[in-house]
């Protein structure tokens, strides 16, 4: 009886890959939380890890761009100085701007579906601009969700309260709108690294 090695490597081969580029965009989307700074207008900072967020989806998909940001936070809940200002551990995880983190895996998911799809993975720089930054909109909204709503629910110390009309709008607007601005240019810039990527290949 023969068996086909050659298939399995292959397999083994496309795993150790994926995981691979998860740990890289997961990497480098806590070197984009060292470039962080105040925002006026809010007690959370603007970073760029959101534009590691949308990278991820775009370029991995679905699956493998969730998985990367699903490893972002493991690595930084066990110590890795990953989160903004270089900040580590579980306690990450509970406080004001918990909301964001815990958003980062479904909305690399989102983003990653809508540029692929569910047929397989294509190359981005073919994806035109407009599904492209639909994409990241539709990420942008999930990650202002959780953010509001952890940033709601950690200040007033419980879920029922958080959810008061009042409590939710004064959380949207520093926890969202605050952040708009800032939000258009990663969208942009995540488009510039693709379109440059695309020309460069040419």
């Not at 292959?10 to 995981?19: A, K, M, T």
């Not at 942008?140 to 309260?161: C, D, E, M, N, R």
């Not at 009309?165 to 693709?194: N, Q, T, Y």
Request: aromatic share 10%; no cysteine.
């Amino acid at each position: 009886m023969s068996t086909n090695t050659e298939s399995v490597e292959l397999v083994g081969d496309d795993v150790v890959g994926n995981i691979a580029r998860a740990a890289l965009f997961a990497a480098l989307t806590g070197a984009f939380a060292y470039v962080s700074f105040q925002n006026p207008l809010s007690p959370h900072p603007v970073s760029l890890q959101v534009l590691g967020v949308f990278l991820a989806g775009i370029f991995l998909g679905p699956v493998w761009g969730g998985a990367s940001m699903v490893l972002y936070l493991t690595a930084g809940a066990a110590g890795a100085p990953i989160f903004v200002g270089g900040s580590a551990g579980l306690g990450s995880l509970l406080g004001l701007r918990a909301g964001y983190l815990w958003s980062y895996p479904p909305a690399a998911a989102l983003i990653g579906l809508l540029v692929h799809g569910v047929s397989g993975l294509v190359d981005p720089e073919h994806v035109p601009v407009a599904r492209l930054v639909g994409a990241m909109v539709a990420g942008t909204v999930v990650i202002y969700v959780f953010g509001t709503v952890g940033f709601a629910i950690v200040q007033t110390g419980g879920i029922l309260s958080a959810f008061a009309p009042s409590v939710l709008w004064d959380a949207f607007v520093v926890s969202a709108l605050a952040f708009v601005p800032f939000e258009a240019v990663k969208i942009a810039a995540a488009v510039g690294i693709i379109r440059s990527d695309a020309a460069s290949a040419e």
